[in-house]
């Protein structure tokens, strides 16, 4: 009997001890974690932000997404998140700290809550680069010197936003620029990652490679450099431009004419060529331009004629700067879903044995992604 108290006793006490010995160890290090991040947050904010040529590959097999600290810091808190910060009198003309870009990034196209710890690259017009981290309340901005225009490209674990224009000035939140209501929106990065969906099909025949299509040739142009903007229910445009369909309304395209508005609103010697600057490649508007007036905006190219029998088992590779980044097979019915792909520019490679291999580029936006349909030249 008295053995049997002492042992509860013993045991009492060893799990008093062991208690006290994590919270001893544990307690002060929470602590030590916690002052680490202000220390270092309020260094970053002190030090000027700009980092020369950073490697912004940032790693994408990294998960941890609990940096999102809601409390921003005292000073920074109440800090005109969202507000354009480049006006004179605050961070331009004869304005304290100096500001050649300032602006806000956000977890979504609402803009409710500070995108933390996103890296904002920067290359103004002679090639100067800066890399800018986003704080506490999403707010992000430089005091070097730099010259508009601007190429920008946000990115957080992974997933790259690039601007799909260049920008005329280094206020993002400037009035009709990303303001709240504005037409391009907030600037955000989702941690939704949405699925790339498709089906791989065999080519009927062995199609010229000079014939253009929709299929084959527009909707990849489109789908990377215009849909960002033209969805249904899209804010910033009303024409959608995701489907043959849709992209072929008699508004936008006369089949044979020059005079198609789709062609007019991306020549850049038109006053009326404003997306002009979306597209940007003169190889890519020849293509759009001889695919509405030379093959009649064609849905499938007539030597191809219609997409043949599903292709299963074949490989479909994502990959961005060389390494493949998501992969899968199709099914028997020549679909493939490759899971929460992160934003960004990538390759998509599509193999199977005995077919020529295919190799496109494909922009992974993060609002909306149409499915793919490609087809497959037997060797
Ligand atoms: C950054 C957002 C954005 C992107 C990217 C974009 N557009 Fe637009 N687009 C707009 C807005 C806003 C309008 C309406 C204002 C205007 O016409 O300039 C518009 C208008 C148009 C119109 C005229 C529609 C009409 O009813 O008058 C066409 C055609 C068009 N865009 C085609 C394209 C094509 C093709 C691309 C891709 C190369 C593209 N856009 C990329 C935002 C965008």
């Known amino acids: 009997m008295k053995s049997l108290v002492t042992k509860i006793l013993f045991k009492f006490i060893i799990g008093v001890l062991f208690i006290a010995i994590i919270m001893k160890g544990e307690i002060p290090s929470v602590f030590a974690k916690k002052n680490n991040h202000d220390v270092q947050l309020s260094k970053k904010s002190d030090s000027s932000k700009d980092v020369d040529d950073v490697d912004d590959d940032v790693d994408d097999d990294e998960d941890d997404e609990g940096e999102d600290d809601e409390e921003g810091e005292d000073e920074e808190g109440s800090h005109n998140a969202g507000r354009n910060c480049l006006t004179s009198g605050c961070h331009s003309g004869s304005g304290e700290e100096r500001f050649s870009i300032g602006g806000t990034i956000y977890t979504d196209a609402d803009g409710?809550?500070?995108r933390v710890g996103a890296k904002i690259k920067v290359i103004d017009t002679n090639g100067s680069t800066a890399t800018l981290t986003s704080n506490q309340i999403g707010n992000f901005y430089t005091e070097k010197s730099m010259t508009a225009p601007f190429t920008i490209t946000?990115?957080?674990q992974g997933r790259d936003v690039e601007m799909p224009t260049v920008a005329s000035g280094g206020?993002?939140?400037?009035?009709?620029c990303h303001a709240e209501g504005s037409s391009a929106g907030r600037i955000f990065i989702s941690t939704n990652d949405l699925d790339l969906t498709g089906t791989v099909t065999e080519s009927s025949s062995d199609g010229g490679p000079s014939e253009i299509?929709?299929?084959s040739d527009i909707k990849s142009i489109l789908d990377a450099k215009c849909i960002s903007c033209h969805q249904s229910g899209g804010a910033k445009s009303d024409v959608p431009l995701t489907t043959y369909a849709e992209v072929t309304d008699t508004k936008l395209v006369t089949p044979g004419s020059a005079d198609s508005l789709l062609i007019r609103k991306l020549n850049k010697d038109l006053s009326e060529g404003t997306m002009w600057v979306?597209?940007?490649s003169t190889?890519?508007?020849?293509?759009i331009k001889d695919w509405i007036v030379v093959y009649n905006a064609q849905e499938y190219s007539s030597s191809q004629g219609s997409a043949g029998a599903a292709i299963s088992d074949a490989k479909v590779k994502l990959s961005k700067n060389g390494r493949v980044k998501y992969k899968t097979t199709t099914d028997s019915t020549g679909a493939f879903v490759l899971e929460k792909v992160k934003a960004g520019?990538?390759?998509?490679?599509?193999f199977k044995k005995g077919y020529k291999r295919h190799t496109q580029s494909y922009q992974m936006n993060q609002s909306n992604s149409t499915s793919l349909e490609i087809m497959l030249n037997k060797k």
């Open 283 to 287: 190889s890519e508007y020849n293509k």
């Open 278 to 280: 979306n597209l940007n």
């Open 154 to 156: 946000a990115s957080y």
């Open 345 to 350: 520019k990538y390759t998509l490679k599509v």
């Open 213 to 215: 299509s929709y299929n």
């Open 112 to 114: 409710t809550d500070a």
């Open 171 to 176: 206020g993002c939140n400037a009035d009709g």
